[in-house]
């Protein structure tokens, strides 16, 4: 298995709702990613996991908040979000220095 | 900020090779170089990795100058289906991408 899979494809919200993304990888990966990314804009990286603990949080609001509850899963819970959070959210996993596999992504929109 | 300096968009006609640089002059030593290849509402797919001189796959060839400062992906004889956002990144700690080069491939 050679994909990283994200559920669902496509999600809409109201402001007061709570939901969840989720990633997984069997490839046996150590590092996942979270990004968002706006229409012709590039990713914007959000969360990095490495061996399970959250390392890097670039300063992303509290409304989405970040699980890794195992090696080949990641989770973003969404709360209160605003129609601006309106995006592509992509998950991505990588062993070292060998590349990145990119998920297809979560198209969420927020009313 | 990322580290990389790429043009914002090229064109190209079906047929032609298409060079697409990439500025990296803060590179560090054990800095690999990767190119990422993006279609609309999906997500970036590896194409080319490398560290120095010339790498190359089915898909593209990667060239690395002495210097490491600046990187060059080479698609040989692009189609349609070609047109899409690349971008390269350096590093494997820093997952930060810049604003890559939108090819646009005409017939």
């Known amino acids: 298995d050679t994909e990283v899979t994200q559920t669902p494809k496509h999600l809409v919200m109201g402001m007061t709702n709570k939901k969840s993304l989720k990633c997984e990888q069997h490839m046996g990966h150590r590092a996942m990613y979270w990004y968002k990314q706006k229409a012709k804009k590039p990713p914007e990286l959000m969360f990095v996991y490495s061996y399970e603990k959250l390392s890097i949080n670039e300063s992303v609001p509290s409304r989405f908040s970040p699980e890794c509850p195992n090696s080949s899963l990641l989770n973003l819970h969404l709360h209160a979000l605003q129609p601006e959070d309106s995006a592509l959210y992509l998950c991505?996993?990588?062993?070292?220095?060998?590349?990145?596999?990119f998920g297809s992504g979560t198209r969420l929109t927020v009313v | 900020l990322a580290k990389t300096t790429q043009p914002i968009s090229m064109d190209s006609y079906e047929g032609q090779e298409v060079n697409i640089t990439c500025s990296h002059n803060n590179i560090a030593t054990n800095d690999y170089i990767t190119w990422y290849q993006q279609f609309p509402s999906q997500g970036p797919r590896f194409i080319i990795q490398g560290y120095k001189t010339k790498v190359t796959n089915e898909v593209a060839s990667l060239f690395i100058p002495a210097d490491r400062k600046s990187s060059t992906l080479s698609l040989p004889r692009v189609s349609l289906s070609d047109t899409a956002v690349y971008y390269c990144?350096?590093?494997?700690?820093?997952?930060?991408f810049g604003a890559g080069t939108r090819l646009t491939v005409k017939p």
């Open positions: 990144l350096v590093g494997e700690d820093d997952m930060r």
């Open positions: 991505a996993s990588s062993q070292e220095a060998y590349g990145y596999t």
